[in-house]
């Protein structure tokens, strides 16, 4: 079970690294992306689901948990977003999982412009220990109840 457990996440690591170049620049903090990997997708029709990991200065861990509530608060009030969930590792408590849902293409872009989006990726930045990584898929499949 465990060596299971550890597959998944390596293969999940993987898959998030694919898309991020691994040096950041000097005045965002933010990785550089894979124009190959992270360009934009040519349909808007599918449903998107968002998977960012960010990594917090252990100092800051409280601080960031308390700032993120109001970017769910917000960003669940948005008319395209269908979830928004913060996790946090049990075995690192530095390392977070945002895992956001998307009734399209627009409703991201929509949510990248929001000023509150803006201005909560100014006040994480000096939070942050090394770069957020990002991942947009389409959801390929539903499941049916």
């Known amino acids: 079970m465990k060596t299971k457990s550890l597959l998944f996440v390596l293969a999940f690591a993987a898959i998030i690294f694919a898309c991020t170049n691994k040096t950041a620049t000097e005045e965002t903090g933010e990785a550089k992306k894979d124009s190959a990997c992270c360009k934009k997708a040519d349909s808007t029709e599918y449903s998107k689901i968002i998977a960012a990991k960010i990594y917090i200065k252990p100092e ?54 929001a000023p509150y989006f803006k201005s909560f990726g100014d006040k994480v930045g000096p939070l942050t220990s090394k770069p957020t990584e990002i991942v947009i898929y389409d959801v390929a499949g539903e499941v049916k109840k």
């Open 60 to 113: 800051k861990v409280n601080e960031f948990t308390k700032m993120f509530q109001a970017m769910i608060d917000s960003t669940l009030k948005e008319p395209g977003c269908t979830g928004y969930q913060l996790y946090q590792s049990p075995y690192e408590k530095t390392s977070f999982l945002v895992y956001e849902n998307y009734k399209n293409q627009a409703a991201i872009d929509a949510h990248f412009a």
